[in-house]
């Protein structure tokens, strides 16, 4: 493939979102919709990112190099349409070669091997090719118009006239062309339109006039649609959630009921595994083969290992490295923990900042206390311990490979291998009691009545 450079248009606000963040920084299955784009472009192997912005935009920045870790930035300060943004660009591009593959920043669906299709349009007769789509609602998307040879122009909905409105072979805005066509052309751009901006759309008649043909690549029109606002970015995010569940369906997990079940954009599932109802998977989410995940269950920024099982309403927070076989059961949380090979917290827990050996058992109401109000703290607990239900581990502490941990206890030091460790204070057994208490008091009480 021909060097590639990439120009992603995220200059916009978005008013109708109602928000002090950036549109393009809105989330779609935990990633941000530039994100999504920029993912898209990184899996072509483009040499050049050139991200286009309104001023103020650091955030923007910073989410794109998160992506592109040398991309370049251009600031738009005035809006004056995709023609405008697209020629903020120039100064980036000089001395490159190849092409230029036009994103856009709140197209988040747009997939790798549909812009490896536009791109493979591009040789020495077309030295330019746009993305178009069918639709049956045609109404708000600019037209492709074309001939025998290909595209020969685009015309904006508002610029349309009666005959034109019909045509169903519509725009998406992606364009790929040679970067040296491109600035041949864009400054020949105009603002004789009804808008009185520089359409980015306007290069296909400039490129025919510059004697190349203008190829046609196709898409799905979900792959391409835009976000405007809330309501488009929730239809988006079932758009994708649909595709995601229908992915990991085919590739061998079972969802018992698909549609209750989310994952983010970068979830990986293993063979053979089965997830129950109402399950959310966030970012950084990797589960190996044979894993059983029951309902209700929230997994985020962790690995779970063949064969675990998760759940159910079980909360795994970032760093959970869950081992091969080991169980965390209901109302457990664990946070930057590593759970070994058949380990068991089945009740009730919270397991933080800590190492858990394979073989142990963590009884419920655990709590590893690793916070001082200051720094967190490291909880160690070797292979096969039994830690009793109603224990608290006060970190930093170390609890040897074989202990046993009585219940209700604190433990506050470290505790040696195959030792047992307790802080309860004896039992006391007062006989009969309870019965002369009871009696006092019910005497107690008829005497006031009688004052």
């Keep these: 493939m021909t060097n590639l450079a990439i120009v992603v248009l995220a200059a916009g606000m978005g008013t109708r979102m109602k928000s002090a963040l950036p549109k393009v920084l809105h989330k779609i299955a935990g990633r941000s919709m530039v994100g999504h784009a920029l993912h898209a472009a990184k899996a072509l192997n483009a040499v050049k990112a050139v991200i286009i912005h309104g001023p103020g935009m650091a955030a923007v920045q910073q989410e794109a190099r998160n992506v592109f870790s040398d991309c370049v930035f251009a600031e738009q300060n005035d809006r004056l349409g995709t023609g405008h943004a697209v020629q903020m660009a120039k100064q980036a591009l000089i001395g490159f070669e190849g092409t230029v593959l036009v994103l856009y920043g709140d197209v988040p669906l747009i997939q790798p091997e549909t812009l490896c299709g536009l791109m493979a349009k591009l040789d020495g007769q077309h030295k330019m090719a746009v993305l178009g789509f069918e639709t049956q609602s045609p ?4 037209r492709l118009i074309g ?14 006239n009666a005959q034109e409105k019909t045509i169903k072979l519509c725009n998406s805005g992606i364009v790929a062309i040679d970067n040296a066509l491109l600035w041949q052309i864009i400054p020949k751009l105009s603002k004789e339109n009804s808008k009185g901006e520089y359409y980015l759309t306007d290069l296909v008649k400039l490129a025919v006039a510059a004697k190349t043909t203008v190829a046609l690549a196709m898409c799905k029109e979900n792959e391409v649609a835009g976000v405007n606002d809330r309501i488009q970015l929730a239809v988006l995010e079932h758009v994708f959630q649909q595709e995601a569940r229908r992915l990991a369906m085919e590739n061998g997990a079972t969802l018992i009921d698909p549609e209750t079940v989310y994952f983010s954009a970068d979830t990986k599932l293993g063979k053979d595994v089965i997830i129950e109802p109402n399950v959310v998977f966030g970012p950084q989410v990797v589960v190996g083969d044979n894993v059983e995940i029951f309902a209700f269950s929230h997994i985020e920024g962790a690995t779970i290992a063949n064969g675990a099982r998760i759940g159910p309403f079980a909360r795994l927070r970032p760093g959970a490295e869950i081992g091969e076989n080991a169980h965390i059961g209901n109302f457990v949380e664990i946070k930057k923990a590593k759970i070994g090979k ?15 050996g394979a073989g142990s058992n963590i009884g419920a109401g655990t709590i590893t206390c690793n916070y001082d109000g200051y720094d967190k703290h490291l909880t160690d607990i070797g292979e096969n311990v039994f830690v009793g239900s109603n224990t608290s581990l006060v970190a930093p502490v170390k609890i040897g490979a074989g202990a046993n941990i009585a219940a209700s206890s604190v433990i506050t030091a470290d505790v040696p291998a195959d030792a047992l460790a307790l802080t309860r204070v004896p039992a006391v057994v007062k006989v009969g009691w309870a019965k002369r208490y009871r009696a006092m008091k019910q005497a107690a009480k008829a005497a006031k009545k009688k004052t």
């Excluded at 109404?139 to 600019?142: R, V």
């Excluded at 001939?147 to 349309?160: H, K, P, Q, V």
């Excluded at 058949?342 to 858990?356: P, Q, S």
């Design 342 to 356: 058949g380990a068991k917290a089945n009740h009730l827990t919270y397991i933080g900042d800590a190492i858990v």
């Design 139 to 142: 109404f708000g998307y600019g």
């Design 147 to 160: 001939d025998a040879n290909g595209i020969i122009d685009i015309r904006e909905e508002r610029e349309t």
